[in-house]
């Protein structure tokens, strides 16, 4: 699964974070009320392609969610700073031409460290695995059980 050398270099083969498969198009939504604090496009090859950050007040605690493999249109008329309401449509879920050259899916994952750049790394050495687990809390959390 992870042949690009994004991952192979480093040994990066342990999956932070979750990835929700839906068709290209899908909407995206926010699930608290929050901002946008950084986007871009991260497009190496099985990178993210366009990606949103966010930072959220939740239930006490600051998180930051990385919102990955997005429409390039989701990009668009956003702004830093801009406020998002809990439900409000935040993104649309990209095609492979777009999306870092992944079957259409959203790759969703919080930090409890500001990220300094629009990106999070989506997958870890073993070596830092335990780290992750630490840095990134399991997206559960304000998903709920997704079965």
């Not at 991260?42 to 919102?67: C, K, S, V």
């Not at 493999?69 to 406020?83: A, D, P």
């Not at 409000?88 to 990209?94: H, K, P, R, V």
């Amino acid at each position: 699964m992870y042949e690009q050398d994004l991952f192979t270099k480093e040994g990066r083969f342990f999956h932070i974070g979750i990835d929700l498969g839906a068709p290209a198009g899908t909407e995206v939504f926010a699930f608290a009320q929050g901002a946008i604090i950084n986007m871009g496009v991260n497009n190496a090859p099985g990178d993210y392609g366009p990606t949103l950050i966010t930072e959220h007040d939740y239930e006490g605690r600051q998180l930051y969610a990385l919102w990955g493999h997005l429409k390039k249109e989701s990009l668009l008329g956003k702004t830093i700073g801009q406020k998002l309401e809990i439900g409000e449509q935040i993104a649309w879920l990209g095609d492979e031409s777009e999306n870092g050259g992944w079957p259409p899916h959203l790759h969703f994952q919080l930090s409890r460290e500001k990220p300094e750049v629009c990106d999070m790394p989506g997958t870890v050495n073993d070596e830092d695995r335990e780290k992750a687990l630490v840095r990134f809390p399991d997206p559960r959390l304000v998903l709920g059980p997704i079965y």
